[in-house]
Each structure stands twice: as C-alpha cells, then as structure tokens.
C-alpha cells in the first residue's frame, strides 16, 4: 500500500522561503518518479517539479524551487525560495512506478498525498 504524507506548509511573505516533504511509506523512492503539483482555487491543478534520476521543473518555478529526493529516509523535498503570491496554491506530491516520461502530467501519476497549503502574502 502506497501512502504519500505531505508537511511543512504554511503561510510565508513574498520574497520567503519553505521547505516542503513528502514522506513515503511502501515503496522505495530510488529511481521511481516522484513529483510536486499544486492547486490554487478555480485553477486546474499544474505540475511544479519532478524527480527520477534527473529533474524537470516548471518554467514558472526554474531558479527558485528545487526538488529532491532522501533515499535513506525514503522522503521528497521541495524546497522553495524567493515566493510569490503566485506561488499561493495547495501543494501535492505525487508518486508512480517507473519513469518521468511527460513528467509534469497530472494523468501520469497514480498516487497522490492529501496535500499541504502554502500562503504567500505580498
């Protein structure tokens, strides 16, 4: 049984940073892809970041967000500098067996954490 436990949300001013986890339970994290999306109200939810043995980032997000995975305790990270009230959104990871092919896909990807809100206020 797969499960994916989001934390370190919170509410941050523009120009902040926070550190988002994903703890996995009943998979190994290794090569399999894991990603970050998020969802703000009346948006459709959008991939933020994506992981397997190389990285894949957003355009809205590239030189601020960095994603990355701890093997030993089996747990994503996404760490964000210099936010933006854009940024503002309910945080997701995501995990599927295999590759990150179309990496930043919603439809990819077969299991999801229950998420985690991220505040940014200008």
């Known amino acids: 049984q797969v499960q994916l436990v989001e934390s370190g949300g919170g509410s941050v001013q523009a120009g902040g940073s926070l550190r988002l986890s994903c703890a996995g339970f009943g998979y190994p994290v290794n090569s399999n892809c894991m990603a970050w999306f998020r969802q703000a109200p009346g948006k459709e939810r959008e991939g933020v970041a994506a992981v397997s043995w190389i990285t894949y980032y957003a355009d809205a997000v590239k030189g601020r967000f960095t994603i990355s995975k701890d093997y030993a305790k089996n747990t994503l990270y996404l760490q964000m500098n210099s936010l933006k009230p854009e940024d503002t959104a309910q945080y997701y990871c995501?995990?599927?067996?295999?590759?990150?092919?179309?990496?930043?896909?919603?439809?990819?990807?077969?299991?999801w954490g229950q998420g985690t809100q991220v505040t940014v206020s200008s």
């Open positions: 995501a995990f599927r067996w295999g590759g990150c092919s179309e990496a930043l896909s919603t439809s990819k990807y077969t299991y």
